[in-house]
């Protein structure tokens, strides 16, 4: 695994990149930083410009685009994302040239007409229908619209009928403007060669320059609220989370913190203390999310109609009980043995590799820093993570969306 460079209209774009012989297979994606749901302006704008660039391009129209893929089995397509926007091709490597060609005419000329809009639209606003009979989904973006209140995060991606009504064409082709080389770079990998870097930037000669972005950061709601969802349900589905301000330096700190208390199934506190002890839930937990543009803790359970309160209180005093008193000897043991365990699937594929190479590149961490971090956590001292628990005790200042039915 490296990084490798290459120029596109003076303009350096990075590539994460492996060679790997071991499947004649060939994977190529672009990535677009600061150009997904953070960026939009109107609610689901990102989530239906990819969906429009799955459409194909103007001179083969959607069936054909899809056509000419489907028989070389070439996987092509767009993804918004909160941070990002992607184009991915996986497909083996005899076909990747060809996948590229495609890729090409997308970015050139992509299908974007009144028809097609249309067509998108009716199946995101039938997505948007569907959304309304599921609970999880439901208690999640409430969750989302109370510690991210006014900003792009604190809504459904996908929009609403409103929002989604209200978007033009024109929408779409400002949106993708920020599809542009200055917030780009590259993961590629599988059967491939140095040397053909060049024929990726044949693609991207497509794209303008534009202007690098600056990154956007959203501020976790620490009002400690709690919204009801009332619908009809069998079960109360609980939602929680909080801030948890944790920098780069310590991520593997927290991500063995987070193990104990939420992360580790059964031998997690709150799994234990939720369904093994008290029989209140099937399952429960609690995990860290750490992006740049915003980070808190977040965990689910899902519990009987009038169990509800007795659970959002288990919650709560176990959160308080971990950052007042950290973790036991016994309990760092049993994580640093399943995280190190873990290692070898972690990094049995090239995929996963890529995975965790391009997150490393896009933390703005050396590759590699992933075996350092399980390093450090090899290494890590019982008194040192209990300091490091201690010191971040805005996760009790949890916030709570339930959806249950009347009682």
């Known amino acids: 695994m490296k990084i490798k460079k290459i120029d596109v209209k003076n303009t350096e774009i990075p590539v994460v990149f492996e060679s790997s012989k071991s499947l004649s297979v060939a994977y190529l994606k672009l990535v677009f930083k600061n150009s997904g749901v953070i960026r939009e302006n109107k609610k689901g704008l990102a989530k239906l410009s990819a969906m429009l660039l799955d459409e194909g391009d103007m001179s083969l129209g959607s069936h054909t685009f899809a056509k000419e893929l489907e028989k070389r089995a070439i996987s092509l397509h767009a993804n918004a994302g909160f941070e990002t926007f992607n184009f991915e091709i996986n497909c083996l490597k005899e076909h990747f040239d060809f996948g590229l060609s495609m890729l090409k005419k997308l970015l050139k000329s992509p299908n974007l007409t009144s028809e097609t809009l249309a067509k998108c639209k009716s199946l995101t606003l039938g997505e948007i229908a569907n959304n309304q009979n599921d609970n999880d989904y439901l208690a999640q973006v409430g969750l989302n619209e109370i510690l991210y209140a006014n900003t792009n995060l604190g809504y459904a991606s996908i929009g609403d009928k409103k929002s989604i009504d209200d978007i033009s064409l024109d929408d779409v082709r400002d949106f993708i403007k920020f599809l542009d080389l200055s917030n780009l770079f590259i993961v590629y990998g599988g059967d491939v060669n140095e040397s053909e870097l060049q024929n990726i930037k044949d693609v991207l000669n497509e794209l303008e320059v534009g202007k690098k972005a600056k990154q956007i950061t959203l501020k976790t709601s620490n009002n400690c609220e709690l919204k009801e969802i009332i619908k009809k349900s069998e079960q109360?589905?609980?939602?929680?989370?909080?801030?948890?301000?944790?920098?780069?330096?310590?991520?593997?700190?927290?991500?063995?913190?987070?193990?104990?208390?939420?992360?580790?199934?059964?031998?997690?506190?709150?799994?234990?203390?939720?369904?093994?002890?008290?029989?209140?839930?099937?399952?429960?937990?609690?995990?860290?999310?750490?992006?740049?543009?915003?980070?808190?803790?977040?965990?689910?359970?899902?519990?009987?109609?009038?169990?509800?309160?007795?659970?959002?209180?288990?919650?709560?005093?176990?959160?308080?009980?971990?950052?007042?008193?950290?973790?036991?000897?016994?309990?760092?043991?049993?994580?640093?043995?399943?995280?190190?365990?873990?290692?070898?699937?972690?990094?049995?594929?090239?995929?996963?590799?890529?995975?965790?190479?391009?997150?490393?590149?896009?933390?703005?961490?050396?590759?590699?820093?992933?075996?350092?971090?399980?390093?450090?956590?090899?290494?890590?001292?019982?008194?040192?993570?209990?300091?490091?628990?201690?010191?971040?005790?805005?996760?009790?200042?949890?916030?709570?969306?339930?959806?249950?039915?009347?009682?």
Do not use: W
């Open 236 to 407: 109360a589905y609980v939602y929680f989370g909080a801030p948890y301000h944790v920098s780069e330096d310590e991520r593997y700190m927290a991500s063995v913190a987070m193990y104990i208390l939420g992360e580790g199934g059964f031998g997690a506190r709150l799994m234990e203390e939720v369904r093994v002890k008290r029989g209140l839930a099937y399952s429960a937990y609690a995990r860290g999310l750490y992006n740049l543009s915003h980070s808190h803790v977040y965990g689910y359970l899902q519990t009987k109609n009038e169990s509800k309160d007795e659970a959002i209180s288990v919650v709560k005093a176990e959160f308080d009980k971990f950052y007042k008193h950290g973790i036991s000897k016994k309990e760092l043991d049993l994580a640093k043995k399943f995280l190190q365990g873990s290692l070898a699937l972690r990094l049995e594929t090239l995929f996963r590799r890529l995975n965790i190479a391009e997150s490393e590149f896009y933390r703005g961490k050396e590759l590699g820093s992933f075996l350092h971090e399980l390093n450090k956590i090899k290494a890590l001292k019982l008194d040192k993570l209990n300091e490091f628990i201690y010191k971040h005790n805005e996760i009790s200042q949890l916030s709570f969306c339930v959806l249950r039915d009347e009682i």
